[in-house]
């Protein structure tokens, strides 16, 4: 069982740990924008050194420990660690970031405008058509289907949705 925290002050062991470096790769700065710290079991086991990128928009940021990656949500990307090899890739979305809902089957991903769906090796499945230009949210899963809405006129201009589970295609409903 894994567990994973925003490091704030490191201590002993977390300072010692060689970290997984996440982000910009090529970069002057010497320290991480954000560092997550892994337990496994409640003993420390992995630390993960995020670098922004610096023309992304960050409102919002979401970790989660998710099949067997952490998955971090962070500007305009998702980055997956998986926790197993310490191998990492990252996906850049369309516009920022906005959130994350885990279930058992996949892992729905949202940003500004679309929703993304990743099956359980973090491997992407569909992304959608816009849904919105300001915000996406997840409301409720099922096996068949994903309700949400988008904001098209921000500020409070949200338009429902429902798509299929398989493929993020809209289900309309009958005339």
């Given at each position: 069982?894994?567990?994973?925290?925003?490091?704030?002050?490191?201590?002993?062991?977390?300072?010692a740990?060689?970290?997984?470096?996440v982000g910009?790769?090529?970069?002057?700065?010497?320290?991480?924008?954000?560092?997550?710290?892994?337990?496994?079991?409640?003993?420390?086991?992995?630390?993960?050194?995020?670098?922004?990128?610096?023309?992304?928009?960050?409102?919002?940021?979401?970790?989660?420990?998710?099949?067997?990656?952490?998955?971090?949500?962070?500007?305009h990307?998702?980055?997956?660690?998986?926790?197993?090899?310490?191998?990492?890739?990252?996906?850049?979305?369309?516009?920022?970031?906005?959130?994350?809902?885990?279930?058992?089957?996949?892992?729905?991903?949202?940003?500004?405008?679309?929703?993304?769906?990743?099956?359980?090796?973090?491997?992407?499945?569909?992304?959608?058509?816009?849904?919105?230009?300001?915000?996406?949210?997840?409301?409720?899963?099922?096996?068949?289907?994903?309700?949400?809405?988008?904001?098209?006129?921000?500020?409070?201009?949200?338009?429902?949705?429902?798509?299929?589970?398989?493929?993020?295609?809209?289900?309309?409903?009958?005339?």
């Amino acid at each position: 069982m894994y567990s994973v925290a925003l490091g704030r002050h490191l201590d002993t062991p977390w300072q010692a740990m060689e970290p997984i470096r996440v982000g910009r790769t090529s970069t002057t700065a010497n320290e991480a924008d954000k560092v997550f710290v892994v337990c496994a079991e409640d003993r420390p086991f992995a630390r993960v050194d995020l670098y922004q990128h610096r023309d992304d928009y960050y409102g919002f940021e979401a970790h989660a420990i998710w099949s067997h990656y952490l998955v971090i949500g962070s500007g305009h990307r998702v980055h997956f660690i998986d926790l197993r090899d310490r191998s990492t890739s990252e996906f850049e979305l369309d516009s920022y970031f906005g959130n994350l809902s885990a279930g058992e089957a996949r892992l729905l991903v949202a940003s500004a405008q679309r929703l993304f769906s990743f099956d359980r090796d973090g491997v992407l499945e569909w992304r959608s058509a816009m849904l919105g230009i300001d915000g996406v949210v997840v409301e409720s899963v099922t096996a068949t289907e994903i309700v949400g809405c988008g904001e098209w006129d921000p500020p409070g201009g949200w338009q429902s949705f429902r798509l299929s589970a398989s493929n993020g295609v809209e289900i309309l409903d009958p005339a």
